[in-house]
């Protein structure tokens, strides 16, 4: 190959190199640059690095210059800070919805958006082996596959399926399709939901994202516009526990004073608290009566109890006297 075949690519190049190996600790020369500019069989001469750095802050690259023996460069502000980046790796190494090859493939991906100095800071951060990770391939897929159906109003349709004890795949409904209008996508418990309307049953419900197979968009459009038009999303995220469903109920839930964080966290600083005692207030709020949401109070032990309405206190200490059964 020649060595002036690649001249007209100069400028990209140079672009190139600075991304890939500047940073604030890492400036570059001139004569740096040329260097690694040959690498590419380029060739350049100091003055048309200048005319380029130049060329390159104009069109609204940030490139700094620092003197100390002799003059370097680096790329100053990125699209992503270094910080920005650590926190994507954490929330896709942290979610349990994406495979672990997925997850490392992604990673990969956004340390390319850092220097290689400090792509290799986040690399020291990434800890995927052994972590809990969804085992269905798709589910990436999957995302796409809905936001697309929910852009373009139509309903899809897809195979749903459970675990059984010896880690294989059931299909619901003898293998048969679930025909849906899709809504929303949820996330919950470091898990993907999608919340639909069910064609056959008429009603609002959710679906793992990740226990969904062959997802089809089909040509009809959307039903169930009326029922989401009801729903407030964000009550609907607070009072569902787990995305288990249940009735909703309005409930009223005695804590203690040191509990008021997890509340908030639950239910939102918006909640209605009243002072109950010198040693707890009340919360009335309103839940989806489910399992979960038992399970959930379960943890605080004899901090937490239910004061209203009776049947669902009710409901609550037969859960318990049937756990106290097995023991």
């Known amino acids: 190959m020649a060595r002036s075949s690649n001249q007209k690519l100069k400028l990209l190049y140079l672009a190139k190199i600075l991304m890939e190996h500047t940073d604030e600790n890492h400036p570059m020369t001139v004569a740096e640059m040329i260097s690694h500019l040959s690498d590419y069989n380029i060739s350049a001469e100091r003055k048309s690095i200048y005319d380029d750095l130049e060329s390159l802050q104009m ?19 990125r699209n992503f800070e270094l910080p920005e980046l650590k926190l994507l790796v954490d929330v896709v190494q942290s979610s349990k919805f994406i495979t672990q090859k997925k997850t490392l493939s992604l990673i990969k991906k956004i340390e390319s958006l850092a220097s290689r100095h400090d792509a290799q800071m986040l690399s020291r951060q990434v800890y995927v082996q052994n972590r809990v990770k969804s085992m269905n391939e798709s589910v990436y897929y999957n995302v796409d596959e809905i936001s697309a159906a929910i852009s373009g109003n139509r309903a899809v349709r897809f195979k749903y399926y459970e675990y059984t004890v010896g880690g294989e795949r059931r299909f ?12 929303a996508m949820i996330w919950d418990d470091e898990n993907y939901y999608l919340l639909a ?3 056959d049953a008429g009603i609002m419900k959710h679906f793992r994202m990740d226990k969904m197979a062959s997802i089809s968009p089909l040509e009809e459009h959307r039903q169930g516009h009326e029922l989401f038009a009801k729903m407030d999303m964000a009550s609907y995220t607070k009072h569902v526990f787990g995305m288990f469903s249940g009735e909703v109920r309005t409930v009223r839930i005695r804590f203690a004073n040191h509990l008021a964080g997890s509340v908030i966290d639950r239910f939102g600083k918006d909640a209605m608290t009243v002072v109950y005692d010198e040693g707890s207030f009340t919360v009335t709020t309103d839940v989806a009566v489910s399992p979960q949401f038992f399970a959930w109070l379960f943890g605080f032990g004899s901090e937490a109890e239910i004061l209203y309405p009776d049947d669902v206190r009710d409901m609550m200490k037969k859960r318990l006297a049937e756990t106290l059964g097995l023991y």
């Open 59 to 77: 069109f609204g690259i940030d490139i700094v210059s620092v003197r100390s023996k002799s003059t370097g460069y680096y790329i100053g502000s």
């Open 197 to 199: 309307y069910d064609h």
């Open 172 to 183: 619901k409904k003898n293998g048969g399709d679930y025909t849906v209008s899709p809504f």
